[in-house]
């Protein structure tokens, strides 16, 4: 059993930048593939970015790609999303989300864990 928990969110303006984190519990964190979604009002979840166990391989939706980053540090049991230039369309609850083998994945059902969720608001 894994248990995340997310911290980070906030209200910023447009252009503005924060750094979400996820912290894992367990100790097999390292073995697992990560991701953020998220989930604006009345709308479904969308992936947002996925990373590989070793954090050597990344894949970003294409709405994001530039201005967010995704990054973990295994021997923390963390995993960060460092959003930049963001935008009122970027408004949504951000969930991050754990899934049982290395490799990553896009596929909301394809993940076996995941957190409360993070409000993230951004003003225009």
């Known amino acids: 059993q894994v248990q995340l928990v997310e911290s980070g969110g906030g209200l910023v303006q447009a252009g503005g930048s924060l750094r979400l984190s996820c912290a894992a519990s367990?100790?097999?964190?390292?073995?697992?593939?990560m991701g953020w979604f998220r989930q604006a009002p009345g709308k479904e979840r969308e992936f947002v970015a996925t990373?590989?166990?070793?954090?050597?391989?990344?894949t970003y939706a294409d709405s994001v790609k530039g201005r967010f980053t995704i990054s973990r540090d295994n021997a923390k049991n963390t995993v960060y999303l460092q959003m930049n230039s963001l935008k009122p369309e970027d408004t949504a609850v951000y969930y991050c989300?754990?899934?049982?083998?290395?490799?990553?994945?896009?596929?909301?059902?394809?993940?076996?864990?995941w957190g409360q969720g993070t409000q993230v608001t951004v003003s225009s």
């Open positions: 989300a754990a899934r049982r083998t290395e490799g990553r994945a896009v596929a909301a059902t394809r993940y076996d864990y």
């Open positions: 990373i590989s166990w070793s954090g050597g391989s990344t």
């Open positions: 367990g100790r097999t964190f390292s073995s697992y593939a």
